[in-house]
């Protein structure tokens, strides 16, 4: 059975940095992206960015220059810097194989 789990979510103020990891367990067979997207309460989860398994990097617009995607085996991790309130969400893991595998979320919490 495959498990998609995220961690590193917390508070902090705006302008700190969180690391946020997911790793991915199970057989999936071959992984051709992983992606992070995020859900703020009362939006639609929205793309952040993602990391294929060449190492080529997408960010939304909202986080270019401030996150960075990174990945190693079964795993992606997403290094938030000059954290804003407006990225407050919950934080979600996705692992495109043969199917779509999403982990439950991690939740980050910018005060101002």
């Known amino acids: 059975q495959v498990q998609v789990a995220e961690s590193g979510g917390g508070s902090v103020q705006a302008g700190g940095s969180l690391r946020l990891s997911c790793v991915v367990s199970?057989?999936?067979?071959?992984?051709?992206?992983m992606s992070w997207y995020r859900q703020a309460p009362g939006k639609e989860r929205e793309f952040v960015s993602s990391i294929d398994n060449g190492g080529r990097t997408n960010y939304s617009d909202s986080v270019k220059g401030r996150f960075t995607i990174s990945q190693a085996k079964k795993s992606a991790l997403l290094q938030m810097n000059s954290l804003k309130p407006e990225d407050t969400a919950m934080y979600y893991c996705?692992?495109?194989?043969?199917?779509?595998?999403w982990g439950q979320g991690t939740q980050v919490t910018v005060s101002s």
């Open positions: 199970g057989d999936t067979g071959w992984i051709y992206f």
């Open positions: 996705r692992c495109r194989a043969s199917f779509d595998y």
